[in-house]
């Protein structure tokens, strides 16, 4: 178990530019999750993926952000055309096992845009 | 909808002295209740968490949390803190069936010398 991995750790962009992370859940995790997590807040919930099926997307999740996971296994968070109000951390976390197994986060990427 | 209230922002501490955060929930029905601790620049580690069955659950570190169904709340406590309990702590709810975990706003636990 090497835990959930994610990359880049921090991501600097200038508005307007496309950003793209990855992450690597736990090997045997089929659920996959990105989170959201501004300055002084908790976690807000992004999207939902039961091996390569997306089966939920918040509604904070408007169409410059996408998400893929090819394969059931990594998964990639696009942003389009970054405005300042997409600086945030960025959480991916995974679980396996029944739906209510608790998740495993990776530490994240944290984004700046200028 | 389901929401999750911590009440307090921040929460000082003196090290050995015993520690209580506050975690209250909106829900139809009894969710599934989870505590997080976050250090900074790090991801999300599970402390405990409560499905069913015995009210008092204890978990990693030293922790441990009470379910109060008449209070629809899900608080955590250590007896005697260390130093290295300063962070973030964060709750969370998932509603039966559902598909995502809903978290409060956080409490930034400080710990003094």
């Known amino acids: 178990d090497t835990g959930v991995s994610q990359n880049p750790r921090h991501k600097i962009t200038k508005r307007g530019q496309n950003v793209t992370f990855r992450c690597d859940p736990i090997s045997e995790h089929n659920r996959l999750y990105w989170y959201r997590q501004t300055l002084g807040q908790g976690p807000e919930f992004l999207t939902y993926?039961?091996?390569?099926?997306?089966?939920?997307k918040s509604r904070l999740l408007s169409d410059r952000f996408s998400a893929e996971r090819p394969k059931g296994s990594f998964s990639t968070l696009e942003i389009q055309r970054t405005e300042q109000g997409d600086s945030a951390m960025y959480l991916c976390?995974?679980?396996?096992?029944?739906?209510?197994?608790?998740?495993?986060f990776g530490n994240g990427t944290r984004l700046t845009v200028t | 909808a389901q929401s999750v209230t911590q009440p307090d922002i921040h929460i000082t501490v003196s090290e050995g002295a015993s520690l209580e955060l506050r975690c209250n929930y909106s829900y139809g029905a009894t969710p599934y209740l989870f505590w997080y601790v976050q250090s900074p620049g790090q991801g999300l580690q599970l402390l405990l968490k409560?499905?069913?069955?015995?009210?008092l659950v204890q978990g990693i570190k030293g922790f441990e949390a009470e379910f109060k169904r008449s209070q629809s709340s899900f608080n955590l406590r250590k007896p005697s803190v260390h130093w290295s309990d300063a962070a973030e702590y964060f709750c969370?709810?998932?509603?039966?069936?559902?598909?995502?975990?809903?978290f409060g706003g956080g409490t930034r636990v400080l710990v003094k010398p």
């Open positions: 409560y499905f069913s069955g015995d009210t």
């Open positions: 993926f039961q091996n390569e099926a997306q089966l939920e």
């Open positions: 969370a709810v998932l509603a039966p069936a559902g598909n995502k975990l809903t």
């Open positions: 976390a995974s679980s396996g096992g029944s739906y209510n197994s608790p998740l495993h």
